[in-house]
């Protein structure tokens, strides 16, 4: 019987610890949010999607003249989004990209905001720093870059000097942290 309730109290306490960890999260895409909101004639790119919810929350947000572009390396998440985009009635404002995130084919200093999110769990570091320069070749003169959830962040802050950005501030929510890099 004590064993019962010992793997019960432990499932209990991993249940507990993912969501806090959820929640985490969400306060983080929440300083993003805020700071896209009513926002005219603005471009998004989302370099690494995960399940792709926080499109359909950005597009809801943006006014028409802005879109959201998610970028996808699998034809089949492609499809999904496109699914969820359809039928949260944000196509006018959302697009799903079929890319390589390190070799975009935007044009240079054309967006004005770069999310970038668990940059961490991609290997080796240096096609994480190839995908951090191409949301620097991308983003516009007054243009922001987030990243959410990431270790390694020394590292970038390095790399974002290097390239001359000196306002750069890092936010903890919780156990969440998130970059919020200004190019002026």
Same mark, same amino acid.
């Given at each position: 019987?004590?064993?019962?309730?010992?793997?019960?109290?432990?499932?209990?306490?991993?249940?507990?610890?993912?969501?806090?960890?959820?929640?985490?999260?969400?306060?983080?895409?929440?300083?993003?949010?805020?700071?896209?909101?009513?926002?005219?004639?603005?471009?998004?790119?989302?370099?690494?999607? /995960?399940?792709?919810?926080?499109?359909?929350?950005?597009?809801?947000?943006?006014?028409?003249?802005?879109?959201?572009?998610?970028?996808?390396?699998?034809?089949?998440?492609?499809?999904?989004?496109?699914?969820?985009?359809?039928?949260?009635?944000?196509?006018?404002?959302?697009?799903?990209?079929?890319?390589?995130?390190?070799?975009?084919?935007?044009?240079?200093?054309?967006?004005?905001?770069?999310?970038? /999110?668990?940059?961490?769990?991609?290997?080796?570091?240096?096609?994480?720093?190839?995908?951090?320069?191409?949301?620097?070749?991308?983003? /516009?003169?007054?243009?922001?870059?987030?990243?959410?959830?990431?270790?390694?962040?020394?590292?970038?802050?390095?790399?974002?000097?290097?390239?001359?950005?000196?306002?750069?501030?890092?936010?903890?929510?919780?156990?969440?942290?998130?970059?919020?890099?200004?190019?002026?």
């Amino acid at each position: 019987m004590r064993i019962i309730v010992l793997i019960i109290a432990i499932i209990a306490v991993i249940i507990l610890a993912s969501a806090w960890g959820m929640f985490q999260k969400q306060l983080a895409w929440k300083v993003i949010n805020n700071e896209l909101r009513a926002k005219n004639d603005i471009k998004v790119v989302d370099m690494l999607v /995960n399940n792709g919810k926080n499109i359909v929350t950005i597009a809801q947000q943006l006014v028409t003249s802005s879109k959201i572009f998610e970028v996808v390396g699998d034809v089949k998440q492609a499809q999904k989004l496109k699914s969820k985009i359809q039928a949260a009635a944000v196509a006018d404002r959302a697009e799903i990209i079929t890319d390589d995130v390190a070799n975009l084919g935007f044009k240079d200093h054309s967006v004005n905001y770069v999310i970038i /999110n668990n940059l961490q769990q991609i290997k080796p570091a240096i096609t994480r720093q190839r995908i951090l320069q191409e949301a620097i070749r991308i983003l /516009n003169v007054d243009g922001t870059i987030f990243i959410i959830n990431s270790s390694h962040l020394n590292d970038y802050h390095r790399l974002l000097e290097y390239y001359g950005f000196k306002n750069v501030l890092i936010k903890r929510i919780g156990s969440s942290k998130i970059m919020v890099v200004k190019r002026n």
